[in-house]
């Protein structure tokens, strides 16, 4: 355990069976499963710039470059704290050479540059305010509590980001799908979604959604993802994807 400046309070932990190492607070939004799973449904190639709104201590962002070799990186977020941890973590796994760090809001444009990203991803903050309980840890509240209007501005923001054609991936509620798909119309087309479920027998938790700026075409189901069996033993399928590294088929494009 460390301490920055005497007040977050840090540990390390690994990630993708060792492979990523990641410094995060011990109190507030910790990383799990979904920064994994965006991160393995975004795909990329040697080249490319991708950008992570939100990005927290990078952890989706990162797992992203470990996956695609050559891939450059940008971890965008607005916590300054969090920032210091994601361009340590960045230098703790080596990859300083094509992952930056840009401390700002996701929707300061002015800090944004338009047009100059093949993908975002995102995994925006879906908890409602004003329906669901949410913790009274301010940096727990931060990552997890969306006000009012988030999703849209959040969508607006990579849009604007992204070359035509440019493509978006994220990770929202499942019983709010519906949002995304409002959020997306006008701006993307080609949705496709991959429904992640805790247990095979019970509703999904999370959906997966890849979008393409200006893209056409009919929307597509992936084949659902289920993270545990029966006696609540990870999936091989999720133990392939969550400690192997593998990439979900959502991420083909």
Known sequence: MTTNGDILKTSEDAVLDGRLRLRQP???????HDAIL????TGGRAGERAVDLGAGVGAAGLALALRVP?????LVEIDHA???LAAGNVRLNGLADRVDVLNADVGDADALSPLSADRVLMNPPFHD???QNVSPDPLRRLAHAAASGLLPRWITTAARLLKPQGVLTLIWRADALADVQEALAGAFGGIAVLAVHPR???SAIRVLVRAMKSGHGAPVNYPALVLNDERGRPTAAAEAVLRGGETLRIAEI
Do not use: D, I, M, Q
């Open 82 to 84: 969090l920032c210091a």
């Open 26 to 32: 011990l109190r507030g939004h910790r990383v799990g």
């Open 129 to 131: 305010e004003s329906r």
């Open 38 to 41: 965006l991160a393995a449904a």
């Open 200 to 202: 095979a027998n019970a």
């Open 70 to 74: 050559a891939l450059k990186v940008t």
